[in-house]
């Protein structure tokens, strides 16, 4: 089968042109050894099968971040039939230099010119018919969220010509002879053309560099040779140099083929410097909080809960499954199973549809929303030179705030981090401070009604998420991070786009949580069953004791170990049967916040962090949660304080 | 009182040695009657201290010749960013332009390249009266990104090559190379650039890489 790789810097919408290319049969793997994901689909274009292969977003052919190593793995391992290269129309100069690179490199390569919508809006014109010629390549226009555009992607990639030109000396780089000098001395064979070799060598290319030392045993050291000797020439890195003069000849391009019209200041880009503004971007920020808050604080975690366990549950399922399960099975244990305190359907199934899923479903419709207007850079901008106090940078403001969401997900979402260092302090700050938004909810509810609580209860959480943030930068050695990102346009959110987002984390989110909350509730019931449960909760009854809970409330930190929202879900049984309120509640509350990381996120840190570190952060929390438990109810008896 | 050329190189060598790496003993190598040397004592630029021939600068020679290495300095910066010139010619180009920057052009030329810290080796630049001037008055032909007034048209000149090279990747990334305009839209509490139709938003240290030219 034929392969056809997309390429392209990071946001130019190959995802939107995949998707609408293969529509079906697609996987979604990380590519073997990294933690980076590749999508590979297959489509019938014309007569003949293809596969087609999403990478991650890449700027240059020489690779910085983990994401265009693998983008850059892919184009040299799967040896493809066609590259697409996919860039914004709106900046051709900034992006046509990978397309030449990937033509100096040997790849047969269609360019597409995508978001040509924006680009009209703009006020920019591109000549073509002029660009084609300029590249001899073939160039279209598309505007992929509407499929403008498909249509000739499809015709083009059909009748690609099977011979294509040669690109060496497409650019006159004042290297020209050197590289030509070390072109003639490579004689094995190479995925890309040995112009580009000699280029990446000159260039201070690791990997490129490897692969010829193992390719070219003897010629090798007079290989370093030559290139050391170049470099010695130059003040500036070779990189910056070839960087340059690629620039030059892409202005060149540029000019011929571009005509910019002066664009009106749209109301969206208004709406943008608002929303960059200190003095607006914070109130805008808080106002989007607020919005967040009665959406999924209100809509989702009590509306819908409501509607849903009580009634749905309460009404309905419980007793129709309790009777059900009653009359056909004799035996309690058995009963025990399936319903009655523990069961899976009305512990489990309950906690799992009724609770937890109306405040997940709710936050990750608005947070694809958020994500889909292009807010979240903006965001990060604000937000940088805080975040650099504790040891990140503002990009850290994705994991951290889809860590209100799902805990587990957002380290999973760490990865995109750059540095190490950065992804530890994410993955263990995100542990400790960041309640998900099932226990965000079930807190919310818990402490609904009385202002003093919250905002004790956030203040205490807020303090220790910047001072333990701080202090982890203290220690945690490594380079200090440095923060750079693209501000896109701010774009009305696609419904469909909100729809499938939202859709991918909810499904992985289920599949996720299901499987858990029923080993919980058949864990539980083994425990019940071989008494080993009532030793677990007198033992967790000390810590719980310690701290001035109510020997209860031991049940539901037990079943925090499980989920943090299990966990939870338990405090609210407990509330409401009055169990637990003033003081002690909001003790239980601040040390179910902290608290261990459930099982699922404790599993995505081993798998993303490493299990040293992994078990390392457990072992600081755990003890740290109750001490902090401790203190607070200390402090607040001393005073004599009741809430 | 001009000096020659080689009694301005014998002054610049020993600063660095003297001044700059705090060495006790200088291991510049003289011959006692070389004419620089005997000039350079007569004006009272250095002293020989027996009984070793220890040299060593005296407060005028001193501040001498650091307006040398300064001249220096600033002569390389001149030739790697604006003339583009290879590192190799870069040292024996600059040791004769430096002698062509005489006092006074030197502040113009430090001026028009933005008043750089670092010679493009890494080296310190001493600053000149100029340099403190424009910390009271920024009125620059070059300047860091971070100087740059909001939404006033620039043009990067440079960028700053001796920052590590992943920051330099970054920069090439982001399309903001030389000669390529650009605008700075805020600059708290990120600064925030258009590069063509893009914006990027980035941190002081990033920013202060790019230097730019009002047009
Ligand atoms: N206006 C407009 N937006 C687009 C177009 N193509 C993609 N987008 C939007 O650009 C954003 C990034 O698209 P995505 O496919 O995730 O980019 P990728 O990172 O290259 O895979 C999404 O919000 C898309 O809705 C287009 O042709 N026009
Ligand atoms: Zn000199
Ligand atoms: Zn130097
Ligand atoms: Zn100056």
């Known amino acids: 089968m034929r392969k056809i790789v997309l390429v392209g810097s990071p946001n130019v919408g190959k995802s939107v042109l995949f998707n609408a290319l293969t529509k079906k049969y697609v996987t979604v793997s990380n590519y073997p050894g990294t933690t980076v994901e590749v999508s590979r689909g297959k489509a019938k274009i014309g ?30 391992e799967e040896k493809p039939d066609l590259v697409i290269h996919v860039i914004d129309a709106k900046n051709l100069e900034r992006m046509l230099p990978l397309t030449i690179q990937l033509l100096e490199s040997g790849f047969p390569t269609i360019l ?16 073509k018919n002029l660009l084609e010629k300029e590249l001899g390549i073939p160039v279209v226009g598309a505007v992929s969220i509407t ?24 650019i006159s780089y004042s290297l020209k002879d050197e590289i030509e000098n070390i072109e003639s001395i490579l004689t094995s064979s190479y995925p890309i053309s040995k112009w580009m070799v000699a280029l990446l060598l000159l260039q201070e290319d690791e990997e490129i560099r490897k692969m010829v030392e193992e390719r070219e045993k003897n010629n090798f050291p007079y290989i370093s040779q030559i290139v050391e000797k170049v470099r010695s020439r130059y003040v500036n890195p070779l990189s910056y140099e070839v960087a340059l003069q690629r620039q030059h000849k892409v202005r060149e391009i540029v000019e011929k083929v571009v005509k910019v019209k002066e664009a009106k200041v749209t109301f969206q880009e208004i709406l943008s410097r608002l929303t960059m503004n200190p003095l607006t971007g914070f109130p805008i920020f808080l106002l989007i909080i607020y919005l967040l808050y009665e959406f999924v604080g209100v809509f989702g975690a009590q509306i819908s809960v409501d509607f849903l366990e009580k009634t749905i549950f309460g009404q309905y399922i419980n007793p129709f499954v309790t009777k059900l399960v009653t009359s056909l099975i004799p035996w309690k244990i058995v ?69 209100f969401g799902c805990d587990t997900m957002a380290v999973m979402v760490t990865r995109t981090l750059e540095t190490k260092r950065e992804r530890i302090i994410a993955s263990f700050l995100l542990a400790l401070a960041i309640p998900c938004s099932a226990q965000l909810g079930v807190i919310l509810a818990l402490l609904s009604g009385n202002a003093p609580l919250f905002a004790i209860w956030a203040g205490v959480i807020a303090s220790i998420f910047v001072l333990i943030g701080y202090l982890s930068s203290k220690i945690m050695p490594g380079e200090k991070p440095i923060f750079y990102m693209e501000v896109p346009p701010l774009r009305l959110p696609k419904i469909s786009n909100v729809l499938t987002k939202t859709y991918t984390r909810v499904e992985w989110y289920l599949k996720e949580v299901f499987p858990l909350f029923i080993m919980a509730s058949v864990l539980i019931w083994i425990g019940k069953v071989t008494r080993l449960f009532d030793l677990l909760v007198r033992l967790m009854g000390y810590p719980v004791q310690w701290i001035g809970l109510p020997k209860d409330s031991a049940v539901a930190f037990l079943f925090g170990f499980f989920r943090r929202d299990f966990g939870a879900a338990g405090l609210f049984d407990l509330k409401r049967s009055g169990v637990l309120t003033g003081v002690p509640l909001l003790v239980a509350v601040i040390t179910m916040t902290l608290f261990i990381p459930c099982i699922a996120q404790f599993s995505m840190t081993v798998k993303e962090r ?34 | 009182m001009t000096l020659s050329d080689r009694a301005e190189e014998i002054l610049e060598a020993l600063w660095i040695e003297l001044v700059e790496e705090k060495k006790e003993i200088c291991r510049v190598s003289i011959l006692k009657d ?13 002293e020989i201290k027996s009984p070793q021939n220890q040299i060593q600068l005296t407060k005028k020679g001193e501040a001498e010749a650091r307006s040398c290495v300064r001249r220096h300095r600033l002569a390389e910066r001149l030739l790697v960013d604006i003339l583009d010139c290879k590192k190799k010619l870069v040292h024996e180009t600059s040791c004769k332009f430096e002698h062509f920057l005489h006092k006074g052009l030197d502040d113009n030329i430090c001026t028009l390249l933005g008043h750089p810290r670092t010679c493009p080796h890494g080296k310190p630049i001493p600053e000149g009266p100029c340099c403190k001037d424009a910390k009271r008055k920024p009125e620059k032909l070059i300047m860091p990104l971070t100087e740059l007034e909001i939404n006033r048209k620039a043009r990067i000149s440079y960028l700053q090559t001796q920052e590590r090279n992943v920051v330099l990747q970054k920069l090439i990334a982001m399309g903001a190379l030389p000669m390529t305009e650009i605008t700075l839209l805020q600059r708290f509490p990120s600064y925030v650039f258009q590069v063509g139709k893009s914006k990027f938003a980035v941190d002081r240290e990033l920013a202060s890489c790019i230097y730019v030219r009002v047009i």
Request: glycine share 10%.
């Open chain 2, 34 to 46: 070389d004419e620089a040397i005997k000039n350079l004592v007569r004006l009272g630029y250095i």
């Open chain 1, 147 to 170: 499929g403008e555009g498909i249509e000739e992607l499809k015709n083009r990639i059909i009748s690609f010509p099977q011979k294509t030109r040669d690109y060496e000396g497409f």
């Open chain 1, 610 to 643: 490493g299990l040293k570190t992994a078990l390392l952060m457990a072992g600081f929390i755990f003890p740290f949660a109750f001490l902090i438990g401790g203190i607070v109810n200390l402090i607040l008896t001393t005073l004599g304080v009741s809430l």
């Open chain 1, 47 to 76: 007569e003949a099968e293809y596969q087609i292969i999403d990478t991650p977003g890449m700027y240059s052919l020489l690779p910085i971040t983990e994401e265009e190593r693998v983008a850059r793995r892919i184009l040299l």
């Open chain 1, 335 to 403: 009963q025990d199973l399936f319903v009655h305190e523990y069961g899976i359907i009305t512990l489990g199934m309950r906690y799992a549809v009724a609770i937890i899923l109306p405040i997940v479903a709710t936050f990750f419709i608005a947070f694809s929303i958020i994500e889909d207007t292009g807010y979240l850079p903006r965001l990060a901008m604000l937000i940088d030179r805080m975040f650099k106090k504790i040891g990140l940078n503002g990009r850290a403001v994705i994991p951290i705030v889809l860590g």
């Open chain 1, 112 to 127: 597409v010119l995508n978001i040509m919508d924006e680009a009209e809006k703009e006020g920019i014109i591109i000549n």
